[in-house]
Protein backbone atom coordinates (compact mmCIF):
# COMPACT_ATOMS: atom_id res chain seq x y z
CA UNK A 1 0.00 0.00 0.00
CA UNK A 2 0.83 3.51 -0.02
CA UNK A 3 0.44 6.36 2.23
CA UNK A 4 -2.29 8.96 2.17
CA UNK A 5 -1.74 12.50 3.79
CA UNK A 6 -4.73 14.86 4.25
CA UNK A 7 -4.38 18.06 6.66
CA UNK A 8 -7.72 18.87 9.10
CA UNK A 9 -7.93 22.32 10.28
CA UNK A 10 -11.19 22.12 12.84
CA UNK A 11 -12.59 25.75 12.34
CA UNK A 12 -15.48 27.75 12.63
CA UNK A 13 -17.73 28.02 9.62
CA UNK A 14 -20.75 29.29 8.83
CA UNK A 15 -23.35 27.43 7.42
CA UNK A 16 -27.17 28.52 6.53
CA UNK A 17 -29.70 25.75 6.33
CA UNK A 18 -34.06 26.07 6.37
CA UNK A 19 -33.03 30.23 5.96
CA UNK A 20 -31.22 30.45 9.09
CA UNK A 21 -27.15 30.89 9.40
CA UNK A 22 -25.43 29.31 12.05
CA UNK A 23 -21.27 28.96 13.30
CA UNK A 24 -20.56 25.45 13.25
CA UNK A 25 -17.78 23.22 14.18
CA UNK A 26 -16.14 22.42 10.43
CA UNK A 27 -13.17 20.48 8.95
CA UNK A 28 -11.23 22.86 6.52
CA UNK A 29 -14.65 24.33 6.49
CA UNK A 30 -16.85 22.05 4.89
CA UNK A 31 -19.65 20.52 5.60
CA UNK A 32 -20.12 17.58 5.67
CA UNK A 33 -16.63 17.45 6.46
CA UNK A 34 -13.87 16.11 3.83
CA UNK A 35 -13.55 12.33 2.49
CA UNK A 36 -10.74 10.38 3.04
CA UNK A 37 -10.24 7.98 0.10
CA UNK A 38 -7.59 4.82 0.30
CA UNK A 39 -6.92 1.29 -0.57
CA UNK A 40 -7.01 -1.62 1.26
CA UNK A 41 -3.37 -2.14 2.65
CA UNK A 42 -2.87 1.88 2.64
CA UNK A 43 -1.40 3.89 5.57
CA UNK A 44 -3.59 7.24 5.86
CA UNK A 45 -2.03 10.38 7.90
CA UNK A 46 -3.93 12.89 9.06
CA UNK A 47 -2.93 15.76 10.90
CA UNK A 48 -5.14 17.48 13.01
CA UNK A 49 -5.01 20.90 14.11
CA UNK A 50 -7.19 22.60 16.59
CA UNK A 51 -8.24 26.08 15.89
CA UNK A 52 -11.62 26.27 17.53
CA UNK A 53 -12.95 27.16 21.69
CA UNK A 54 -13.54 23.42 22.11
CA UNK A 55 -11.63 20.33 22.86
CA UNK A 56 -11.74 17.94 19.92
CA UNK A 57 -10.93 14.48 19.03
CA UNK A 58 -11.49 12.61 15.78
CA UNK A 59 -12.40 8.87 15.49
CA UNK A 60 -12.00 6.76 12.06
CA UNK A 61 -15.50 4.73 12.85
CA UNK A 62 -15.00 1.28 12.13
CA UNK A 63 -11.50 1.67 11.13
CA UNK A 64 -9.96 -1.42 12.98
CA UNK A 65 -6.74 -0.13 14.29
CA UNK A 66 -4.42 -3.11 14.37
CA UNK A 67 -1.78 -2.21 16.88
CA UNK A 68 -2.78 1.30 16.29
CA UNK A 69 -4.81 1.76 19.58
CA UNK A 70 -3.61 5.34 20.24
CA UNK A 71 -5.27 6.85 16.99
CA UNK A 72 -8.77 5.36 17.87
CA UNK A 73 -9.62 8.64 18.88
CA UNK A 74 -12.96 8.29 21.07
CA UNK A 75 -11.97 10.92 24.11
CA UNK A 76 -10.91 10.02 27.41
CA UNK A 77 -10.52 6.48 26.43
CA UNK A 78 -7.79 6.10 24.17
CA UNK A 79 -6.54 10.29 24.18
CA UNK A 80 -6.67 12.95 25.64
CA UNK A 81 -8.46 15.74 23.44
CA UNK A 82 -6.62 18.19 21.27
CA UNK A 83 -6.93 21.27 22.76
CA UNK A 84 -7.57 24.71 21.12
CA UNK A 85 -4.35 25.69 19.47
CA UNK A 86 -2.75 22.37 19.86
CA UNK A 87 -2.31 19.37 16.89
CA UNK A 88 -1.99 15.92 16.72
CA UNK A 89 -1.82 13.48 13.77
CA UNK A 90 -3.76 10.07 13.79
CA UNK A 91 -1.80 7.46 11.77
CA UNK A 92 -3.16 4.36 10.80
CA UNK A 93 -3.06 1.67 8.21
CA UNK A 94 -6.33 -0.10 6.69
CA UNK A 95 -6.06 -3.72 6.94
CA UNK A 96 -9.15 -5.89 5.93
CA UNK A 97 -11.94 -4.12 4.82
CA UNK A 98 -13.00 -2.54 1.85
CA UNK A 99 -16.14 -0.71 1.42
CA UNK A 100 -17.52 2.90 3.32
CA UNK A 101 -16.65 3.81 7.09
CA UNK A 102 -17.07 7.06 8.25
CA UNK A 103 -14.75 9.80 10.70
CA UNK A 104 -16.71 12.14 13.03
CA UNK A 105 -15.48 13.73 16.23
CA UNK A 106 -15.62 11.80 19.54
CA UNK A 107 -16.29 14.43 22.27
CA UNK A 108 -19.47 15.52 23.84
CA UNK A 109 -22.20 15.93 20.30
CA UNK A 110 -19.67 17.88 18.13
CA UNK A 111 -20.10 15.08 15.87
CA UNK A 112 -23.40 16.61 14.56
CA UNK A 113 -21.34 18.93 12.58
CA UNK A 114 -17.71 16.81 12.55
CA UNK A 115 -18.20 13.67 9.92
CA UNK A 116 -17.02 12.65 6.51
CA UNK A 117 -17.00 9.53 5.06
CA UNK A 118 -14.40 7.54 4.56
CA UNK A 119 -14.16 5.76 1.04
CA UNK A 120 -11.77 2.00 1.55
CA UNK A 121 -11.52 1.11 -2.39
CA UNK A 122 -10.36 -2.99 -2.92
CA UNK A 123 -6.60 -3.27 -3.55
CA UNK A 124 -4.93 -2.21 -6.48
CA UNK A 125 -5.78 -4.78 -9.10
CA UNK A 126 -8.75 -7.05 -7.33
CA UNK A 127 -12.03 -6.35 -8.84
CA UNK A 128 -15.50 -6.12 -6.72
CA UNK A 129 -17.69 -9.10 -6.31
CA UNK A 130 -19.91 -7.68 -8.08
CA UNK A 131 -20.40 -5.61 -11.74
CA UNK A 132 -18.22 -2.73 -11.52
CA UNK A 133 -20.34 0.37 -11.26
CA UNK A 134 -20.33 3.45 -13.76
CA UNK A 135 -19.86 5.55 -10.15
CA UNK A 136 -19.43 6.20 -6.92
CA UNK A 137 -21.54 8.16 -4.47
CA UNK A 138 -20.90 8.99 -0.89
CA UNK A 139 -24.14 9.67 0.56
CA UNK A 140 -24.31 10.87 4.24
CA UNK A 141 -27.28 11.09 6.11
CA UNK A 142 -27.20 13.45 9.15
CA UNK A 143 -29.04 15.74 11.58
CA UNK A 144 -29.19 19.56 11.29
CA UNK A 145 -29.77 21.38 14.80
CA UNK A 146 -30.74 24.94 14.75
CA UNK A 147 -30.23 25.19 18.57
CA UNK A 148 -25.88 24.95 19.40
CA UNK A 149 -26.27 20.93 20.82
CA UNK A 150 -23.49 21.45 23.32
CA UNK A 151 -26.04 23.76 24.86
CA UNK A 152 -28.87 21.15 24.38
CA UNK A 153 -26.71 18.16 26.05
CA UNK A 154 -25.19 20.07 29.02
CA UNK A 155 -28.62 20.85 29.50
CA UNK A 156 -30.04 17.50 29.05
CA UNK A 157 -26.98 15.90 31.34
CA UNK A 158 -27.38 18.20 34.23
CA UNK A 159 -31.47 17.78 34.18
CA UNK A 160 -31.34 14.20 32.73
CA UNK A 161 -33.90 15.36 30.68
CA UNK A 162 -34.77 14.06 27.06
CA UNK A 163 -32.37 16.37 24.95
CA UNK A 164 -33.89 18.90 21.68
CA UNK A 165 -35.26 17.31 18.93
CA UNK A 166 -33.17 18.22 15.49
CA UNK A 167 -35.21 20.64 12.53
CA UNK A 168 -34.17 18.44 9.73
CA UNK A 169 -32.54 15.23 8.76
CA UNK A 170 -30.23 15.74 5.71
CA UNK A 171 -29.00 14.24 2.96
CA UNK A 172 -25.05 15.40 2.01
CA UNK A 173 -25.78 17.90 4.68
CA UNK A 174 -28.82 19.26 2.95
CA UNK A 175 -32.61 19.07 4.30
CA UNK A 176 -34.46 19.05 0.81
CA UNK A 177 -37.49 20.55 -0.51
CA UNK A 178 -40.11 19.22 1.91
CA UNK A 179 -38.71 21.44 4.88
CA UNK A 180 -39.72 25.42 4.78
CA UNK A 181 -37.13 27.42 3.40
CA UNK A 182 -34.76 24.57 1.97
CA UNK A 183 -35.55 24.16 -1.52
CA UNK A 184 -32.16 25.26 -2.60
CA UNK A 185 -30.56 22.96 -0.28
CA UNK A 186 -31.60 19.55 -2.25
CA UNK A 187 -28.82 16.51 -2.65
CA UNK A 188 -29.29 16.35 -6.62
CA UNK A 189 -27.74 12.90 -8.02
CA UNK A 190 -27.40 13.40 -12.20
CA UNK A 191 -27.32 9.85 -13.29
CA UNK A 192 -27.76 8.39 -17.08
CA UNK A 193 -30.20 5.54 -18.24
CA UNK A 194 -29.00 2.06 -18.10
CA UNK A 195 -26.12 2.45 -15.72
CA UNK A 196 -24.76 1.19 -12.36
CA UNK A 197 -24.24 3.17 -9.79
CA UNK A 198 -22.32 2.58 -6.01
CA UNK A 199 -24.01 4.51 -3.44
CA UNK A 200 -22.03 4.60 -0.46
CA UNK A 201 -24.71 5.13 2.90
CA UNK A 202 -23.34 6.28 5.93
CA UNK A 203 -26.06 6.96 9.07
CA UNK A 204 -24.28 10.19 10.69
CA UNK A 205 -27.08 11.01 12.36
CA UNK A 206 -26.98 11.76 16.40
CA UNK A 207 -30.05 9.39 17.48
CA UNK A 208 -32.28 8.06 14.91
CA UNK A 209 -32.44 5.11 12.86
CA UNK A 210 -33.43 5.57 9.65
CA UNK A 211 -35.08 3.83 6.54
CA UNK A 212 -34.05 5.17 3.15
CA UNK A 213 -35.13 4.72 -0.38
CA UNK A 214 -35.29 5.89 -4.06
CA UNK A 215 -38.53 6.26 -5.83
CA UNK A 216 -39.56 3.29 -8.52
CA UNK A 217 -35.64 2.37 -8.13
CA UNK A 218 -34.70 -0.91 -6.47
CA UNK A 219 -31.72 -1.02 -4.31
CA UNK A 220 -29.13 -4.14 -4.14
CA UNK A 221 -27.47 -4.32 -0.68
CA UNK A 222 -23.24 -5.69 -1.38
CA UNK A 223 -21.35 -4.53 1.53
CA UNK A 224 -21.99 -3.29 5.23
CA UNK A 225 -19.64 -1.46 7.51
CA UNK A 226 -17.01 -2.45 4.49
CA UNK A 227 -17.58 -5.93 4.81
CA UNK A 228 -18.84 -7.72 1.51
CA UNK A 229 -22.17 -9.49 1.91
CA UNK A 230 -24.13 -11.49 -0.30
CA UNK A 231 -26.17 -9.12 -2.36
CA UNK A 232 -29.95 -9.03 -1.91
CA UNK A 233 -32.58 -6.86 -3.69
CA UNK A 234 -34.99 -4.11 -1.09
CA UNK A 235 -36.94 -1.22 -1.92
CA UNK A 236 -35.72 0.26 1.35
CA UNK A 237 -32.89 0.33 3.79
CA UNK A 238 -33.06 0.43 7.19
CA UNK A 239 -29.67 2.15 8.70
CA UNK A 240 -28.71 2.78 12.17
CA UNK A 241 -26.39 5.51 13.49
CA UNK A 242 -22.79 4.31 13.06
CA UNK A 243 -23.76 1.65 10.39
CA UNK A 244 -22.63 2.29 6.28
CA UNK A 245 -24.23 0.35 3.34
CA UNK A 246 -22.88 0.23 -0.01
CA UNK A 247 -25.14 -0.40 -2.52
CA UNK A 248 -26.05 -1.12 -6.29
CA UNK A 249 -28.71 1.69 -7.90
CA UNK A 250 -29.61 0.35 -11.61
CA UNK A 251 -30.98 3.53 -13.62
CA UNK A 252 -33.97 2.99 -15.73
CA UNK A 253 -33.17 1.73 -19.29
CA UNK A 254 -34.06 4.75 -21.39
CA UNK A 255 -34.83 8.26 -19.97
CA UNK A 256 -37.84 8.70 -18.17
CA UNK A 257 -40.76 11.38 -18.08
CA UNK A 258 -40.43 12.01 -14.33
CA UNK A 259 -38.60 13.02 -11.52
CA UNK A 260 -37.62 10.25 -8.44
CA UNK A 261 -37.37 11.36 -5.04
CA UNK A 262 -34.88 9.69 -2.60
CA UNK A 263 -36.28 10.15 0.75
CA UNK A 264 -34.76 9.12 4.67
CA UNK A 265 -36.90 9.38 8.14
CA UNK A 266 -36.53 7.63 11.12
CA UNK A 267 -37.40 4.29 12.55
CA UNK A 268 -38.67 5.04 16.26
CA UNK A 269 -38.73 2.01 18.68
CA UNK A 270 -40.49 3.52 21.78
CA UNK A 271 -39.29 7.33 22.53
CA UNK A 272 -42.00 10.10 23.72
CA UNK A 273 -39.99 12.79 21.54
CA UNK A 274 -38.62 12.54 17.95
CA UNK A 275 -38.47 14.35 14.65
CA UNK A 276 -41.26 12.61 12.55
CA UNK A 277 -40.00 14.58 9.38
CA UNK A 278 -38.81 13.44 5.76
CA UNK A 279 -35.73 14.30 4.15
CA UNK A 280 -35.63 14.32 0.18
CA UNK A 281 -33.30 14.49 -2.71
CA UNK A 282 -33.57 14.01 -6.45
CA UNK A 283 -32.27 11.29 -8.23
CA UNK A 284 -32.22 13.47 -12.01
CA UNK A 285 -31.62 12.08 -15.29
CA UNK A 286 -29.56 13.98 -16.87
CA UNK A 287 -31.87 14.79 -19.71
CA UNK A 288 -33.33 18.72 -19.93
CA UNK A 289 -36.72 17.41 -19.19
CA UNK A 290 -36.23 15.78 -15.67
CA UNK A 291 -34.32 18.38 -14.10
CA UNK A 292 -35.51 19.77 -11.02
CA UNK A 293 -35.48 23.27 -10.68
CA UNK A 294 -33.73 25.12 -8.05
CA UNK A 295 -36.82 26.41 -6.92
CA UNK A 296 -38.56 23.71 -5.94
CA UNK A 297 -40.96 21.38 -7.69
CA UNK A 298 -41.49 21.29 -11.17
CA UNK A 299 -44.98 20.61 -12.06
CA UNK A 300 -44.83 19.70 -15.31
CA UNK A 301 -43.17 16.40 -14.96
CA UNK A 302 -44.51 13.36 -12.57
CA UNK A 303 -42.76 13.55 -9.33
CA UNK A 304 -42.50 9.89 -7.60
CA UNK A 305 -41.97 9.84 -4.31
CA UNK A 306 -40.89 6.55 -2.38
CA UNK A 307 -43.00 4.74 0.12
CA UNK A 308 -41.07 4.63 3.26
CA UNK A 309 -41.97 1.66 6.42
CA UNK A 310 -44.36 3.05 8.89
CA UNK A 311 -42.34 4.92 12.12
CA UNK A 312 -42.73 1.96 14.05
CA UNK A 313 -42.41 -0.59 11.24
CA UNK A 314 -40.21 -3.29 13.52
CA UNK A 315 -41.08 -6.19 11.16
CA UNK A 316 -39.98 -4.45 7.58
CA UNK A 317 -36.76 -3.68 10.58
CA UNK A 318 -36.54 -7.68 11.24
CA UNK A 319 -36.42 -8.98 7.95
CA UNK A 320 -34.09 -6.61 6.09
CA UNK A 321 -31.82 -7.55 9.34
CA UNK A 322 -32.45 -11.44 8.85
CA UNK A 323 -31.30 -11.07 4.97
CA UNK A 324 -27.92 -9.80 5.84
CA UNK A 325 -25.12 -12.45 5.27
CA UNK A 326 -21.36 -12.70 5.15
CA UNK A 327 -20.15 -13.31 1.36
CA UNK A 328 -18.10 -16.21 2.91
CA UNK A 329 -16.10 -17.33 -0.10
CA UNK A 330 -12.74 -18.73 -0.61
CA UNK A 331 -11.50 -14.99 -1.14
CA UNK A 332 -13.64 -13.21 1.32
CA UNK A 333 -14.31 -15.83 4.32
CA UNK A 334 -16.22 -16.23 7.43
CA UNK A 335 -13.58 -16.63 9.69
CA UNK A 336 -16.18 -17.13 12.77
CA UNK A 337 -14.90 -18.14 16.10
CA UNK A 338 -16.14 -21.80 16.68
CA UNK A 339 -14.87 -22.62 19.85
CA UNK A 340 -15.70 -19.90 22.18
CA UNK A 341 -13.10 -19.11 25.65
CA UNK A 342 -15.90 -16.78 27.57
CA UNK A 343 -19.34 -15.91 27.57
CA UNK A 344 -20.68 -13.02 28.69
CA UNK A 345 -24.35 -11.28 28.91
CA UNK A 346 -24.52 -7.65 28.80
CA UNK A 347 -28.16 -6.15 29.75
CA UNK A 348 -28.45 -2.84 27.82
CA UNK A 349 -31.11 -0.32 29.09
CA UNK A 350 -32.69 2.94 30.67
CA UNK A 351 -32.86 3.41 34.37
CA UNK A 352 -32.38 6.51 36.65
CA UNK A 353 -30.32 7.97 38.78
CA UNK A 354 -31.24 10.55 42.01
CA UNK A 355 -31.87 14.26 40.96
CA UNK A 356 -28.66 16.74 41.91
CA UNK A 357 -29.67 18.88 44.85
CA UNK A 358 -31.51 22.26 43.54
CA UNK A 359 -32.32 21.10 40.39
CA UNK A 360 -35.51 19.95 38.75
CA UNK A 361 -35.35 16.24 36.79
CA UNK A 362 -37.25 15.12 34.03
CA UNK A 363 -37.10 11.51 34.74
CA UNK A 364 -40.06 9.34 36.82
CA UNK A 365 -40.66 10.80 39.93
CA UNK A 366 -38.18 13.42 39.57
CA UNK A 367 -35.30 11.27 39.08
CA UNK A 368 -32.54 11.62 36.44
CA UNK A 369 -32.06 9.48 33.35
CA UNK A 370 -29.24 7.18 33.17
CA UNK A 371 -28.55 4.65 30.74
CA UNK A 372 -26.09 1.30 31.55
CA UNK A 373 -25.27 -1.39 30.52
CA UNK A 374 -24.91 -4.23 33.05
CA UNK A 375 -26.99 -1.64 35.27
CA UNK A 376 -23.61 0.38 35.46
CA UNK A 377 -23.85 4.06 33.93
CA UNK A 378 -19.98 4.28 32.86
CA UNK A 379 -18.54 7.69 34.39
CA UNK A 380 -15.81 9.08 31.53
CA UNK A 381 -12.71 9.54 33.28
CA UNK A 382 -10.66 12.77 33.22
CA UNK A 383 -7.68 11.12 31.79
CA UNK A 384 -7.67 8.49 28.70
CA UNK A 385 -7.97 4.98 30.16
CA UNK A 386 -5.35 3.85 27.24
CA UNK A 387 -2.54 5.87 28.53
CA UNK A 388 -3.00 5.21 32.40
CA UNK A 389 -3.32 1.51 31.06
CA UNK A 390 0.10 1.58 29.26
CA UNK A 391 2.00 3.70 32.26
CA UNK A 392 0.77 1.07 34.71
CA UNK A 393 -1.23 3.99 36.35
CA UNK A 394 -4.67 2.66 36.58
CA UNK A 395 -5.13 3.71 40.18
CA UNK A 396 -7.98 6.23 40.89
CA UNK A 397 -8.76 6.48 37.19
CA UNK A 398 -10.37 2.70 36.36
CA UNK A 399 -11.68 -0.45 38.12
CA UNK A 400 -11.04 -3.95 36.25
CA UNK A 401 -14.52 -5.19 37.93
CA UNK A 402 -16.90 -4.42 34.83
CA UNK A 403 -20.16 -6.67 36.64
CA UNK A 404 -20.13 -10.30 35.33
CA UNK A 405 -23.83 -11.62 35.09
CA UNK A 406 -24.19 -14.90 35.54
CA UNK A 407 -26.22 -16.75 31.94
CA UNK A 408 -29.61 -17.99 33.45
CA UNK A 409 -33.06 -17.55 31.99
CA UNK A 410 -34.25 -14.32 33.80
CA UNK A 411 -37.07 -12.22 32.81
CA UNK A 412 -35.40 -8.83 31.81
CA UNK A 413 -38.47 -7.67 29.24
CA UNK A 414 -41.19 -8.75 31.88
CA UNK A 415 -42.27 -6.87 35.04
CA UNK A 416 -39.37 -3.98 36.03
CA UNK A 417 -37.85 -4.20 38.77
CA UNK A 418 -38.04 -2.62 42.52
CA UNK A 419 -34.68 -1.08 42.01
CA UNK A 420 -34.44 1.02 38.94
CA UNK A 421 -31.69 3.18 40.00
CA UNK A 422 -27.99 2.78 38.53
CA UNK A 423 -24.69 2.71 40.18
CA UNK A 424 -21.37 4.46 38.56
CA UNK A 425 -18.44 4.31 37.72
CA UNK A 426 -15.43 3.86 35.29
CA UNK A 427 -14.99 -0.35 35.23
CA UNK A 428 -13.35 -2.54 32.30
CA UNK A 429 -13.37 -5.67 31.34
CA UNK A 430 -9.90 -7.47 30.85
CA UNK A 431 -9.23 -10.15 28.14
CA UNK A 432 -6.41 -11.29 27.69
CA UNK A 433 -4.69 -11.55 23.81
CA UNK A 434 -6.65 -13.41 21.28
CA UNK A 435 -9.81 -14.50 23.93
CA UNK A 436 -12.76 -15.87 21.55
CA UNK A 437 -15.74 -14.02 22.88
CA UNK A 438 -19.50 -14.59 22.52
CA UNK A 439 -21.27 -11.71 23.85
CA UNK A 440 -25.27 -11.50 24.27
CA UNK A 441 -26.84 -8.21 24.82
CA UNK A 442 -30.51 -8.06 25.94
CA UNK A 443 -32.47 -5.19 26.07
CA UNK A 444 -34.65 -4.68 29.27
CA UNK A 445 -37.57 -2.95 28.95
CA UNK A 446 -37.31 -0.92 32.95
CA UNK A 447 -38.17 2.29 31.36
CA UNK A 448 -39.58 1.32 27.72
CA UNK A 449 -38.15 -0.95 25.25
CA UNK A 450 -36.15 0.58 22.81
CA UNK A 451 -33.87 -0.46 20.16
CA UNK A 452 -29.79 0.58 20.99
CA UNK A 453 -27.30 0.28 18.20
CA UNK A 454 -23.91 -0.48 19.83
CA UNK A 455 -20.98 -0.28 18.27
CA UNK A 456 -17.34 -1.73 18.89
CA UNK A 457 -14.34 0.20 18.97
CA UNK A 458 -10.65 -1.83 17.49
CA UNK A 459 -13.00 -5.19 16.07
CA UNK A 460 -15.60 -6.68 13.79
CA UNK A 461 -17.66 -8.89 15.10
CA UNK A 462 -19.98 -11.86 13.63
CA UNK A 463 -23.94 -11.43 14.37
CA UNK A 464 -24.66 -14.95 15.00
CA UNK A 465 -28.05 -14.71 16.39
CA UNK A 466 -30.48 -12.63 17.32
CA UNK A 467 -34.37 -12.47 18.62
CA UNK A 468 -37.38 -10.73 20.67
CA UNK A 469 -38.11 -11.25 24.27
CA UNK A 470 -35.93 -13.10 26.63
CA UNK A 471 -32.52 -15.11 25.59
CA UNK A 472 -32.46 -18.42 26.24
CA UNK A 473 -29.04 -19.84 27.36
CA UNK A 474 -30.53 -23.39 26.78
CA UNK A 475 -32.23 -23.24 23.19
CA UNK A 476 -31.33 -20.55 21.98
CA UNK A 477 -27.57 -21.02 20.77
CA UNK A 478 -28.41 -24.51 18.81
CA UNK A 479 -29.92 -21.72 16.74
CA UNK A 480 -26.96 -20.16 16.03
CA UNK A 481 -25.35 -19.17 12.37
CA UNK A 482 -21.80 -20.30 12.40
CA UNK A 483 -21.36 -20.42 8.60
CA UNK A 484 -21.96 -16.71 7.22
CA UNK A 485 -23.06 -14.55 9.75
CA UNK A 486 -23.02 -11.08 8.71
CA UNK A 487 -19.95 -9.25 10.11
CA UNK A 488 -19.83 -5.74 11.21
CA UNK A 489 -18.93 -3.31 13.84
CA UNK A 490 -22.12 -1.68 14.71
CA UNK A 491 -25.24 -4.25 15.70
CA UNK A 492 -29.10 -3.01 16.72
CA UNK A 493 -30.19 -4.59 19.71
CA UNK A 494 -33.91 -5.05 19.14
CA UNK A 495 -36.15 -2.80 21.11
CA UNK A 496 -37.01 -6.23 23.93
CA UNK A 497 -34.82 -8.59 22.29
CA UNK A 498 -31.39 -9.71 22.24
CA UNK A 499 -28.38 -9.67 19.72
CA UNK A 500 -25.72 -12.39 20.47
CA UNK A 501 -22.01 -11.84 18.36
CA UNK A 502 -18.72 -13.63 18.65
CA UNK A 503 -15.57 -11.94 17.86
CA UNK A 504 -11.77 -12.91 18.96
CA UNK A 505 -10.21 -10.39 20.78
CA UNK A 506 -6.70 -9.92 18.84
CA UNK A 507 -6.03 -6.20 18.95
CA UNK A 508 -3.96 -5.39 22.51
CA UNK A 509 -5.44 -1.64 23.51
CA UNK A 510 -8.45 -0.36 25.00
CA UNK A 511 -11.50 -0.61 23.18
CA UNK A 512 -14.93 1.70 24.16
CA UNK A 513 -18.43 -0.40 23.15
CA UNK A 514 -20.87 1.99 23.62
CA UNK A 515 -24.65 2.77 21.89
CA UNK A 516 -24.45 5.11 19.09
CA UNK A 517 -27.53 7.36 19.69
CA UNK A 518 -25.85 9.72 20.81
CA UNK A 519 -28.29 10.67 24.41
CA UNK A 520 -27.55 7.13 25.40
CA UNK A 521 -24.14 7.16 25.02
CA UNK A 522 -24.09 10.82 26.87
CA UNK A 523 -26.25 9.02 29.96
CA UNK A 524 -23.42 6.14 30.41
CA UNK A 525 -24.96 3.13 28.09
CA UNK A 526 -21.07 2.57 27.56
CA UNK A 527 -18.00 0.76 28.93
CA UNK A 528 -14.44 -0.51 28.03
CA UNK A 529 -12.64 -3.71 27.19
CA UNK A 530 -9.08 -3.87 27.88
CA UNK A 531 -7.24 -6.51 26.06
CA UNK A 532 -3.86 -7.43 26.82
CA UNK A 533 -1.00 -8.03 25.13
CA UNK A 534 -0.05 -11.21 23.68
CA UNK A 535 3.49 -12.79 24.66
CA UNK A 536 4.83 -12.25 20.67
CA UNK A 537 6.57 -8.61 19.78
CA UNK A 538 4.23 -8.35 17.29
CA UNK A 539 0.73 -9.26 19.70
CA UNK A 540 1.77 -5.78 21.60
CA UNK A 541 0.50 -2.62 21.43
CA UNK A 542 3.67 -0.23 20.59
CA UNK A 543 3.85 2.84 22.51
CA UNK A 544 2.40 6.33 22.06
CA UNK A 545 3.30 8.42 19.71
CA UNK A 546 5.09 11.49 20.94
CA UNK A 547 2.57 14.44 20.10
CA UNK A 548 0.03 12.43 22.08
CA UNK A 549 -2.13 14.92 23.64
CA UNK A 550 -2.24 15.63 27.68
CA UNK A 551 -4.87 16.41 29.84
CU1 LIG B 1 -18.82 6.13 15.76
CU2 LIG B 1 -17.41 5.40 19.45
O1 LIG B 1 -18.13 5.80 17.62
Given at each position: GITRHYKFDIQMANVTRLCRTKSIVT??????????VAREGDRVVVRVANHVPYNITLHWHGVRQIRSGWADGPAYITQCPIQTGQSFVYDFTIVGQRGTLFWHAHISWLRATLYGPIIILPKLGVPYPFAKPYKEVPIILGEWWEADTEAVISQALQTGGGPNVSDAYTINGLPGPLYNCSAKDTFKLKVKPGRTYLLRMINAALNDELFFAVANHTLTVVDVDALYVKPFDTPTLVIAPGQTTNVLLRTKPTFPNATFF????????????????TVAGVLEYTNPRSAFPAKGFNKKLPLYKPILPGLNDTSFVANFTSKLRSLATAQFPANVPQTIDRRFFFTVGLGVSPCPENQTCQGPNGTKFAATMNNVSFALPTTALLQSHFFGQSKDVYTPNFPIIPLMPFNYTGTPPNNTFVSNGTKVLVLPFNTSVELVMQDTSILGAESHPLHLHGFNFFVVGQGFGNYNPATDPSKFNLVDPVERNTVRVPAGGWVAIRFRAD???????HCHLEVHTSWGLKMAWLVLDGPLPNQKLPPPPSDLPKC
Open positions: VNGQFPGPKIMAARPYVTGRGTFDNTNPGVWFM
